[in-house]
Every structure is written in C-alpha cells, then in structure tokens.
C-alpha cells in the first residue's frame, strides 16, 4: 500500500525483446505506487541511463546480445554512486547466468513467466531491500553452481573474519530461509527494530551490500546448507 505523500518507486525496463519490456510497462504502470522511467535494449545502455533516470529499480534481463546482464549489473554496482537496486529477470530460474548476476550484485530474481501480482510483490520487495527473492531457488543456485572451490575458501575467510556473534549468526541463518524482518523478529521473540540492527551488523561484517549478497556468502561458505 502507498502512503500519501510517499514517491512511487521508479523502475528501468531493460531486455532485449520489445515485448517483454511492453508486458512489464503495462503491468507496473497499473500500479499507482510504480512507475516506470525508461526502458534500453540491451546492458551497455544501462549505465548512462541510470546517471540520467535514478531509478529505484532496475529490471534487467539477464541474456542480451552486446552486455549482458551480468555485466550490466557489475559496471553499475562499480561505477555508479548510490546505485539503484537490480532485478534480474530471466526465463529459466536455474539459469547459472542468474547465479553469476546475484554473485555480481543483483539483488533478486524475476522469472519472465511470473503472474502479474509477482511481478508488482517483486519490484516493492527489492525497492525496499525487505526480503530475498525465491530463497528456495537461490539454495538450488547454491548447490549447483556456488561449489567453486576457490570461491568456497574466500567466502569462508569472509565469515571467519566477520566473527558474528550468536545472535548475528542466527539471524544470518534465518535471512538464508528468505525470513523477513518480522518474521526473524517473530522467530527471535524480539523486536522489528532490534532485528534491523543485527541485519546492519551482518551486512557490514561480512562487507555485504545487501541481504542477498549475504545469503549468498552464507551458503558458498558452508554456513548454511544450500540443500
């Protein structure tokens, strides 16, 4: 629900097929807390366009013919201040090209066949940095494709160095099951805000940029079990 006097969250459309960026204009304009600022054909043109639009979002596909998303989705995050977040949108969920934009970056996915109401929950989800994407998916990602060796022993040098206390480390277990806030707070027994603070604290000992990219370290450090 939108608030009165709350800006709606701006999203950037960028896939190489015309019809998916109409699909995706016609079901986030129906949405008077949504609006979208602009649409590219391909990742090169992303960069330019973010600097001009500052869009909250950016949903991008993640196969295209010049740049492709996942290099998209690392020249924003390395160039750009105060980047907006990123949604991958792909058609194959176990697409190693969405493990490898989530590794770079993006902060959640987006199947192409998803039903509108997903799309819209998507795009408010990822805006608001609340909730990881599929966590069911992303441990099949995990298990598939994160057992890298070399990527394995750097993300488990990450979480020793981190040195999460008890409660950081039972928080970080529960965003790796795609929990809330509130459902961690509700879990923890404790309040929203309390669970916020420890989130921060994850987030900054593990020099994650966000949830997603800590859930990530989690299970290709054994932290947690992908399977």
């Known amino acids: 629900m ?79 201040a105060d980047p907006p977040k990123i949604l991958v949108v792909t058609t194959f969920e176990n697409d190693e090209y969405v493990y490898e934009a989530l590794r770079a970056g993006a902060d959640g996915f987006l199947l192409k066949r998803a039903r509108p109401a997903e799309i819209v929950h998507a795009v408010r989800l990822v805006a608001e940095g609340e909730s990881l994407l599929f966590p069911a998916s992303v441990r099949r990602l995990a298990a598939e494709y994160g057992d890298d060796g070399g990527g394995n022993r750097a993300a488990r040098d990450v979480l020793e160095r981190a040195r999460l206390t008890e409660r950081e480390a039972a928080v970080l277990r529960l965003l790796a099951r795609g929990m809330t806030n509130a459902e961690i707070a509700a879990r923890l027994v404790v309040g929203t805000e309390t669970v916020k603070s420890h989130v921060s604290a994850v987030l900054a000992k593990l020099g994650a940029r966000d949830r997603t990219q800590a859930v990530i370290t989690a299970y290709e450090s054994g932290f947690v079990a992908p399977g």
Do not use: F, H, K
């Open 2 to 80: 939108i608030y009165a006097g709350r800006m709606p969250v701006t999203v950037l459309l960028v896939d190489d097929e015309p019809l998916v960026r109409a699909g995706l204009r016609a079901v986030l304009e129906a949405q008077s807390d949504i609006e979208v600022v602009g649409e590219a054909a391909d990742g090169a043109a992303v960069i330019p366009l973010v600097r001009q639009l500052r869009p909250d979002v950016v949903a991008m596909d993640v196969r295209m013919p010049l740049m492709d998303g996942i290099e998209a989705t690392r020249a924003v995050l390395r160039t750009v």
